[in-house]
């Protein structure tokens, strides 16, 4: 296993370009199967979740190529519906498949994905919407197992849960939707700009989708989705995090082909910490501060606070000048970094859903263990602001989510390293 070595206090400047963005990769790649032809999509993350992904639809019989950021999946040939636990275990997002598996096969044989260190994962409205269009569901020796035999029907589903809106929930029962035969009515649909990127490639496939991009969608089921050429989004929670690594360093940092409208209110929390932000059409700089302000967060569906910047945003906060309050309400456990972060001398305690960070003068560097993908990012960013040298072991969660994550820290004059690890 690698580790990172980080040299603190180094100041970030220049500039950095955005990936494409993992979780609306995820679901496109997964939405592809229900065309049979070949999908060529650009802007393609190197990540290992991509490769997760594109080795599940080889597994189902489809072929993936990748080539300078582009990938083309020809599905012409799937013959398998399951997802063995091998799989599934290693990535959650593999749950995206089961909608298209459905909508293409009739039928599914998906492991459960059980919880994870983010809290637990419950998949109750992708079996509740699906249901409602008509699939059969049961739970069997830890798979779902569906069946749409008597064939996909449009109907009203209201997808909402305890949690709010379910991002892949949605995708699944949209995708299922577009091959439905009649109208399918999603109330309580996500919003979040991946769910808005999955539809805009669907209706490419030829679905027919209304409300794109607010909380009610509305879909004509059509016969067939064809083949097509698609560009995904840009990655805001990468972008947020190369930000937050500018301003902790009390740097000037620019990220590059990205979308600041998908930011709206990272930027405008950031913002209020006293922290200068510039944006254009398609990039965004943080120009740091010395001292920054203190601010509280509710994390949120979109266009709320997103839960996948919380991490990072705390690791930010440990050094603001006063107390500032998160709390996290799309996954109410999600604070294992907390602990960790308070190895670097910050002062965060937790309290249910909520963590109050007193921000200290500094931060020592430390050896710490990444949790989960995000959590990791906010440990580099405690390093990049930490006095001394930090050891962050257990980095390979960060590969499933940031693209040559190093080097483009290193870039921006961050001394960053990986070796591996000695424990
Ligand atoms: C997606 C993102 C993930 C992000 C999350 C929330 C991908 C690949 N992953 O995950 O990075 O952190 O959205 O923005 O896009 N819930 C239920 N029942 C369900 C499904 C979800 O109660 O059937 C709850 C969850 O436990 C959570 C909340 O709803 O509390 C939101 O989860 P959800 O939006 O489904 O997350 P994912 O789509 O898995």
């Not at 990936?19 to 609306?24: D, L, T, V, W, Y």
């Not at 063995?84 to 009739?106: C, D, H, N, Q």
């Not at 107390?323 to 308070?342: D, M, Q, W």
């Not at 405690?382 to 960060?398: C, K, N, P, W």
Request: glycine share 10%.
């Amino acid at each position: 296993m690698d580790r990172f070595v980080v040299e603190g206090k180094k100041v970030l400047r220049g500039s950095v370009p955005a990936s494409g963005a993992k979780n609306s990769v995820l679901p496109i790649l997964a939405a592809s199967i229900m065309a049979e032809g070949t999908s060529v999509i650009h802007n393609i993350p190197e990540l290992q979740d991509v490769n997760t992904m594109s080795r599940i639809l080889e597994y189902l019989g489809a072929k993936v190529r990748f080539k300078n950021g582009t990938v083309e999946v020809d599905s012409q040939n799937i013959n398998r519906c399951d997802a063995p636990y091998e799989f599934v275990k290693t990535m959650r997002a593999s749950i995206a498949l089961l909608g298209p598996m459905i909508a293409r096969f009739s039928r599914a044989r998906f492991s459960l994905p059980g919880g994870c260190v983010i809290g637990p994962r419950p998949i109750d409205l992708h079996i509740r919407g699906l249901q409602k269009l008509g699939v059969d569901i049961r739970i069997e020796d830890g798979y779902v197992v569906a069946d749409a035999g008597r064939g996909l029907k449009g109907n009203y589903i209201f997808l909402g849960g305890a949690f709010g809106s379910s991002v892949l929930a949605t995708a699944n029962v949209m995708c299922a939707a577009t091959l439905a035969k009649g109208t399918t009515v999603i109330e309580f649909a996500a919003c979040e700009p991946e769910i808005t990127d999955l539809a805009n490639f669907l209706v490419k496939m030829g679905a027919k989708i209304a409300g794109i991009g607010s909380p009610c969608l509305t879909i004509n089921g059509v016969k067939k989705l064809k083949a097509t050429e698609y560009r995904v989004i840009p990655d805001r929670i990468e972008t947020g995090t190369f930000l937050l690594a500018g301003a902790i360093t009390g740097g000037c940092v620019t990220v590059e082909k990205c979308q600041p409208l998908h930011l709206g209110a990272f930027l405008d929390k950031l913002s209020e910490t006293g922290i200068e932000i510039i944006t254009g059409r398609n990039f965004i700089t943080v120009k740091g501060n010395k001292n920054w302000k203190p601010v509280d967060i509710v994390t949120l569906p979109y266009p709320g606070f997103p839960t996948d910047l919380q991490a990072q945003m705390m690791a930010f906060l440990t050094l603001a000048d006063g107390v500032s309050v998160i709390t996290e309400k799309v996954f109410p456990e999600r604070f294992i970094h907390a602990g960790e972060l308070n190895r670097f001398g910050a002062s965060i305690s937790l309290d249910g859903s909520k963590a109050i960070i007193k921000g200290v003068e500094k931060l020592l560097g430390a050896r710490v263990m990444a949790s989960d993908l995000r959590a990791s990012a906010a440990l580099v960013l405690a390093g990049l602001a930490a006095e001394g040298t930090t050891y962050i072991s257990r980095i390979y969660h960060l590969f499933r989510g940031y693209q040559k994550f190093e080097e483009k820290l290193k870039s921006l004059g961050a001394d960053i390293k990986r070796e591996k690890d000695i424990v």
